[in-house]
């Protein structure tokens, strides 16, 4: 398998203006006839080169050019091209190629889903679909026909406008649609079979009216509001906070149940994974509702931010993905809590991103080279590329961010860049020097800021003193200094925030600072200061670093109750939070007793009955860190001391504020029927938080409070309010309580995929042996990515106790299903390997078992590229 290189990049040797596609569209045998509109982009006085077109698993069946058949040997062809030796200056190209999308597991190109035929070309689908120079600096005009069987195939969609309709004989029709818009391969879509769709209609700021459409299956009919109300919520948003306006008349977006992705922003024509579209209050969580507004704010925001401005080659895919999830995050940070929002994506980029960073999987924002670049669609690329984004932002104000935006914008429309250019938008916006900065897209690796500091009362002075380092990564082995934003203030031992004024400043200048870092070491000197300050650091996780501080209990209590920033009030609990159950861990592991210190129990009654505090805050600041974000906190990852010690600390809750969690629980209880949007989703954490540590404790209690809740509830979350606690509890309830919701459940995809997965969770001891059954249900699917995930990535990802048990059967389990989906599609193969990557963290038993796994892996003949890619670079 070969290495693409980012320092090899040329610019193409061929453009295309046009491109003409038609299609006569089967499940088994669909028939694509392209014309091309070529030309040449090399000074051909060195000699002509050749045209290589890229194509896989097509059926060459005829070649033209201009007009004329060309005979075998006249090109060449092969499994992955189709090359002309020695094509004129420019040329009319007509290939007629022949697929077919049911044979299409991999599910990217034309495949099959349901009762309809879909496709997704991100990032190098296309060329599973006709042959074609598939590389995102090559962009056309797109002109699409469909024809199809009407009955069976009654809607045909393409990106842009419908131009032309009607019927043909036998039984079918067709659709012509013309996307007026220059655009890259990979946002080409087409999608057609039997679909409903619920509309409305946006008017844009400049008074345009667009069509909005969500097609779905019938039976989703009743399940498209939200996704709809959501999408003009993002319209508007744009456009009240980027000056973006939508650029077609009409706006669709297909829920689609095959999917390997989340969703795909093709243009005027979104893909979407269902379970972004799908919603009900009987069958969706609020977490659910949260995903779908942002994933559907996510694909929109790429309309500008990847279509318009996309990416001139795949190394620079942050430059779209890094910066929509910013948007994205601002989106739903406006919509919602903004204090929670960020510390819910503070956690999922230290729970993923941060291991993946420390991982021999490590890559920068912006990848060096890869072998296959689906499998660079990852935390990394995503959403350190989005806290990047961010960063930038904090260091230039957000006046001269939205000046930069405008600048990229007004410059770049209609081109593909590279992430270059839009920090370049920024320097220039912002009159800033971003070079330094830079080294964000190019070092990998989570950079560590070390803090100390002096008091000097003989002065009134206090001195920070902040060293940054940053670990070895593959091909990384030295690391330059970052520039970092460090957004800091300072407390006095009331909690009262203090002027800040450096050292050679006239006078204080607010509250609260961003300190730039540059160098290995940096000291910040601060005056007038009456008394020793407690440092409030990294406020709203300002840089996505780790950072060390050596707090005494006092000064985090006083962070906790008091600081203006709500990040850091969140983040002094979990400090307190680690470091007791690291010590418990600790104990556990030397035999010694473990006892859950009575300070921890207390503050967190203060917590629970402090009633000022937003209720999805508080839910926040009430839930533990996660087994992984502990594991990553320890030399050799003990998987058992940390799922011990946890549960011992949350026993120890739920014994010792039996009454306080009641009362709490009580107090969130609904008094009216569930509405999504009733703004009491916070209400509704708290009170499942409540009744999890309460069943944490044990007692029959406990169990009659969940099957009661589970019995009554209307509404999703608190259904699995209950079931996900009762999962893990060896009682007769949880069988009861799973087989009803099975019942209750089957036939709605999206909720048995919530059934598969809080199983795949239990941590009880037998669920190995659960999963393991479950493969074998009548509903699991292999075929099927969320279901996929739904159990085997529930399980290996989300379940740490269980999937690393010492025998190594988790090991076993996980890559007999990576064989085996090997073959079906390798893209979701590739991605359940990410448990295996980290396996150098773990003591020698379990390394050497999951070592054995991955050699097993790569021995396999026929070891698709994105697997093999993994796997070898864990090893
Ligand atoms: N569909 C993926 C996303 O929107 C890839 N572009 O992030
Ligand atoms: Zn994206």
């Known amino acids: 398998?070969?290495?693409?290189?980012?320092?090899?990049?040329?610019?193409?040797?061929?453009?295309?203006?046009?491109?003409?596609?038609?299609?006569?569209?089967?499940?088994?045998?669909?028939?694509?006839?392209?014309?091309?509109?070529?030309?040449?982009?090399?000074?051909?006085?060195?000699?002509?080169?050749?045209?290589?077109?890229?194509?896989?698993?097509?059926?060459?069946?005829?070649?033209?050019?201009?007009?004329?058949?060309?005979?075998?040997?006249?090109?060449?062809?092969?499994?992955?091209?189709?090359?002309?030796?020695?094509?004129?200056?420019?040329?009319?190209?007509?290939?007629?190629?022949?697929?077919s999308p049911k044979e299409n597991s991999a599910l990217s190109g034309l495949y099959a889903s349901g009762p309809m035929l879909c496709t997704q070309c991100e990032a190098e689908g296309f060329r599973r679909i006709t042959y074609f120079t598939d590389r995102p600096d090559v962009m056309a005009v797109y002109t699409v026909t469909l024809r199809a069987d009407k009955a069976s195939c009654p809607v045909l969609l393409a990106n842009g406008n419908l131009v032309e309709k009607g019927d043909l004989p036998d039984g079918r029709h067709f659709a012509v649609w013309h996307d007026p818009f220059k655009k890259p391969s990979y946002l080409f879509a087409v999608v057609a079979g039997e679909l409903v769709h619920i509309a409305d209609s946006f008017t844009t700021m400049s008074g345009r009216q667009v069509r909005l459409e969500i097609y779905v299956e019938e039976r989703n009919k009743d399940k498209c509001e939200h996704a709809l109300r959501s999408l003009m919520r993002a319209m508007r948003w744009d456009e009240e906070q980027f000056g973006r306006e939508y650029d077609l008349d009409t706006y669709m977006v297909v829920a689609v149940d095959d999917f390997n992705m989340g969703a795909m922003e093709n243009k005027g024509l979104n893909v979407f994974n269902s379970r972004y579209v799908l919603a009900s209050p009987e069958s969706a969580t609020d977490d659910d509702y949260q995903a779908i507004e942002e994933v559907i704010g996510h694909e929109y925001f790429h309309n500008w931010t990847g279509n318009r401005i996309t990416c001139r080659d795949w190394f620079q895919l942050s430059l779209k993905e890094g910066l929509t999830i910013f948007r994205d995050q601002e989106f739903s940070a406006d919509m919602q809590s903004r204090p929670v929002k960020r510390i819910a994506d503070v956690k999922s980029l230290r729970s993923a991103q941060f291991p993946e960073d420390a991982s021999p999987l490590a890559h920068p924002v912006r990848p060096e080279s890869y072998v296959e670049i689906n499998n660079f669609y990852s935390m990394t690329v995503y959403h350190k590329g989005g806290e990047v984004i961010r960063m930038l932002q904090t260091l230039l104000g957000r006046e001269?961010?939205?000046?930069?935006?405008?600048?990229?914008?007004?410059?770049?429309?209609?081109?593909?860049?590279?992430?270059?250019?839009?920090?370049?938008?920024?320097?220039?916006?912002?009159?800033?020097?971003?070079?330094?900065?830079?080294?964000?897209?190019?070092?990998?690796?989570?950079?560590?800021?070390?803090?100390?500091?002096?008091?000097?009362?003989?002065?009134?002075?206090?001195?920070?003193?902040?060293?940054?380092?940053?670990?070895?990564?593959?091909?990384?082995?030295?690391?330059?200094?970052?520039?970092?934003?460090?957004?800091?203030?300072?407390?006095?031992?009331?909690?009262?925030?203090?002027?800040?004024?450096?050292?050679?400043?006239?006078?204080?200048?607010?509250?609260s600072r961003v300190l730039e870092l540059r160098q290995e070491t940096e000291t910040f000197t601060f005056t007038g200061l009456g008394e020793r300050p407690v440092p409030s650091l990294l406020r709203n996780f300002s840089a996505p670093v780790k950072l060390e501080y050596p707090y005494s209990d006092e000064d985090l209590d006083l962070l906790m109750t008091s600081d203006s920033d709500p990040f850091v009030r969140w983040e002094a609990g979990q400090v307190q939070a680690v470091k007791l159950i690291l010590g418990l861990i600790a104990d556990i592991q030397s035999g010694r007793e473990a006892r859950v210190k009575e300070s921890f129990i207390d503050s967190f009654r203060r917590l629970l009955c402090d009633d000022r505090q937003d209720r999805a805050f508080l839910a926040e600041a009430l839930t533990l860190p996660t087994e992984s974000y502990l594991a990553e906190q320890m030399q050799v990852i003990d998987p058992d001391a940390i799922y011990q010690a946890r549960e011992l600390v949350r026993a120890t809750v739920g014994e010792r504020l039996t009454a306080e969690l009641t009362a709490a629980r009580e107090g969130c209880a609904a008094r009216a029927p569930y509405r999504p949007d009733d703004g009491l989703a916070g209400c509704?954490?708290?009170?499942?938080?409540?009744?999890?540590?309460?069943?944490?404790?044990?007692?029959?209690?406990?169990?009659?409070?969940?099957?009661?809740?589970?019995?009554?509830?209307?509404?999703?979350?608190?259904?699995?309010g209950a079931l996900a606690p009762l999962a893990s509890c060896a009682c007769p309830e949880r069988e009861e309580a799973l087989a009803s919701f099975y019942e209750r459940w089957r036939g709605d995809r999206g909720v048995i995929d919530k059934w598969f997965t809080h199983q795949a969770i239990s941590r009880l001891p037998d669920t190995m042996d659960r999963v393991l059954a479950l493969l074998e249900h009548p509903d699991f699917d292999l075929r099927n990515p969320n279901r996929v995930r739904s159990l085997v990535g529930a399980f290996s990802q989300g379940n740490q106790v269980r999937f690393h048990d010492a025998s190594g059967r988790g090991y076993r389990f996980l890559s007999d299903q990576i064989l085996r989906l090997n073959g079906i599609n390798p893209q979701i193969a590739a991605r359940m390997l990410t448990p295996f990557s980290r396996w150098r963290r773990f003591d020698s038993n379990r390394q050497g078992l999951m070592k054995k796994e991955l050699e097993r892996i790569l021995a396999e003949p026929g070891l698709a590229r994105d697997v093999y890619e993994l796997a070898a670079k864990s090893l």
Request: hydrophobic share 35%; proline share 6%.
């Open 684 to 720: 509704r954490r708290l009170k499942n938080l409540c009744l999890s540590y309460l069943m944490a404790a044990g007692g029959q209690e406990a169990i009659g409070a969940c099957m009661a809740q589970f019995k009554s509830a209307d509404n999703m979350t608190d259904s699995l």
């Open 1 to 99: 398998h070969q290495t693409i290189h980012q320092k090899d990049y040329k610019v193409p040797d061929y453009l295309v203006d046009t491109v003409e596609l038609s299609f006569d569209l089967s499940p088994e045998h669909t028939r694509v006839v392209s014309r091309l509109a070529i030309h040449s982009n090399h000074d051909r006085s060195g000699g002509v080169r050749p045209l290589v077109l890229d194509g896989e698993e097509l059926t060459l069946l005829s070649l033209k050019l201009d007009g004329v058949e060309l005979e075998q040997g006249a090109y060449r062809v092969d499994g992955t091209s189709l090359a002309l030796p020695d094509p004129p200056e420019q040329f009319l190209l007509e290939v007629e190629t022949r697929i």
């Open 400 to 511: 001269a961010f939205r000046a930069g935006m405008d600048l990229y914008f007004e410059r770049h429309d209609g081109q593909a860049v590279r992430v270059d250019e839009f920090v370049q938008a920024m320097a220039d916006a912002g009159r800033r020097d971003l070079s330094q900065f830079m080294l964000w897209y190019d070092q990998a690796g989570t950079p560590l800021l070390t803090v100390r500091d002096d008091y000097r009362a003989e002065d009134g002075s206090y001195t920070l003193t902040v060293a940054q380092s940053c670990p070895s990564t593959p091909g990384q082995p030295e690391k330059k200094p970052f520039h970092i934003p460090l957004v800091m203030g300072l407390l006095d031992r009331e909690g009262n925030e203090l002027p800040l004024q450096l050292a050679g400043e006239t006078e204080p200048a607010g509250t």
